[in-house]
C-alpha cells in the first residue's frame, strides 16, 4: 500500500500517528494553526508552519520540504485548506480529520515547546 494512494486527501488520527511518529517515519507531521494555538500545545514532533504564512507564499521549512506531509489544525477545516494548497505546489499531503481536538480525544500527547503536558487552544 502507497504512502498516499491515489484519492486519498484525509486521513485518521490513528492513521496519522502510523505515518508520521517515528523517527523513521514515512512522512511528516505538520501543524498550520496560528503560534498562540501551537504555543499552548501540539503533537510531539510536529512541524509548525500556519496556514496564514502559507497562504502568504512563505516557504515550508527546509528540513520538509521533499516529505510527504500529513497536515495537522485545530478541527480539520485549515488543514484541509492547507493540503489543497500545498497539494497545488506539488507536495504529496493529506490533512487529519478532526484535527488536535480528535488526535487529544484519542489519547494521543499534546505537549507545549518545552516538552510539557500542553493544551488545545
Not at 490513528?14 to 494553526?33: G, H
Not at 496556514?51 to 506531509?69: N, Q
Not at 493540503?83 to 497545488?88: C, D, G
Amino acid at each position: 500500500m502507497s504512502l498516499f494512494p491515489t484519492g486519498e486527501d484525509r486521513v485518521t488520527v490513528d492513521e496519522a500517528v502510523r505515518r508520521t511518529r517515528d523517527a523513521d517515519a514515512p512522512a511528516v507531521l505538520l501543524d498550520v494553526r496560528e503560534q498562540r494555538e501551537w504555543d499552548a500545545g501540539h503533537a510531539p514532533g510536529a512541524v509548525y508552519a500556519p496556514l496564514s504564512g502559507l497562504v502568504a507564499g512563505v516557504e515550508l521549512p527546509e528540513a520538509v520540504r521533499t516529505r510527504p506531509l500529513v497536515v495537522i489544525c485545530r478541527s480539520g477545516q485549515r488543514s484541509q485548506q492547507a493540503a489543497e494548497l500545498l497539494a497545488a505546489r506539488g507536495t504529496r499531503v493529506v490533512d487529519v480529520k478532526g484535527g488536535m481536538r480528535a488526535w487529544a480525544a484519542a489519547g494521543y500527547p499534546v505537549v507545549d515547546d518545552h516538552g510539557n503536558s500542553g493544551s488545545i487552544a
